[in-house]
């Protein structure tokens, strides 16, 4: 599962990131974020006017038909690729509002002796994870912005020592891809692509905390920084 990210690019980098497809930039440059939670808001990249675009959504999709719309979408923050095209909740998001999560990394949470300990996961190569994202216009009686939910899949290779799910990640021009069809096979599709080469490192627990904020936060809590490709 994905419960917490960070946002702390500019558009410049993702730009760059994005390279050769073409990209439009906000005139607003986006604020860092260090610890994004469910029904908070981050930027998403969709489609506008057939040019890929960043818009802030709301994390945690709210279908059309939910029926208290304000107290929605903290259980929708993640969706299930196996799941979300048959699922009432994802499936119509799913074959029509398709989009991409870009994250300078995501926290994750290990049981170990009893306990949870927070870890922060990055590509070790890239200041950006690309993550498909479904979304959902906003409702009249609902919160104002869109909402949207990370794609997740079963994890595989070394970060499956931290959390058996992960969030589903792509290279930006496979995330292209993903916007423009929807998978026949969304489990199939999901595994045919290498996920990026991860490093993670141990956090302050203090991440847990919704209140909390800053770079601090991604800080690793020792030198020793876990590398796996």
Excluded at 49 to 56: C, E, I, N
Excluded at 197 to 213: I, T
Aim: proline fraction near 10%; glycine fraction near 6%.
């Amino acid at each position: 599962m994905c419960g917490r990210f960070t946002q702390d690019t500019s558009w410049a980098e993702v730009r760059a990131f994005l390279q050769p497809i073409e990209f439009r930039s906000p005139e607003q440059q986006p604020a860092a974020q260090f610890n994004v939670a469910p029904t908070q808001s981050a930027w998403v990249v969709l489609p506008i006017q057939g040019v890929l675009s960043a818009q802030p959504m709301r994390w945690g999709l709210i279908p059309a038909w939910a029926r208290d719309p304000g107290k929605t979408g903290y259980s929708t923050f993640n969706a299930r690729i196996e799941s979300a095209a048959s699922k009432p909740t994802f499936r119509h998001a799913f074959r029509r509002h398709r989009a991409l999560l870009l994250a300078s990394g995501y926290y994750e949470w290990k049981t170990q002796t009893g306990s949870k300990q927070a870890h922060y996961i990055q590509d070790a190569t890239a200041p950006l994870l690309c993550m498909a994202a479904l979304w959902e216009p906003p409702l009249p009686s609902g919160p104002e912005l869109p909402s949207f939910s990370i794609l997740t899949c079963p994890a595989t290779g070394k970060v499956a020592e931290l959390h058996d799910r992960m969030p589903v990640m792509l290279q930006p021009e496979a995330g292209r891809a993903w916007i423009e069809h929807a998978p026949v096979q969304p489990l199939e599709w999901a595994q045919q692509y290498v996920s990026p080469s991860l490093a993670w490192h141990a956090v302050d627990n203090a991440v847990g905390n919704v209140r909390s904020q800053g770079p601090q936060l991604c800080q690793p809590l020792s030198r020793q920084t876990g590398l796996f490709e």
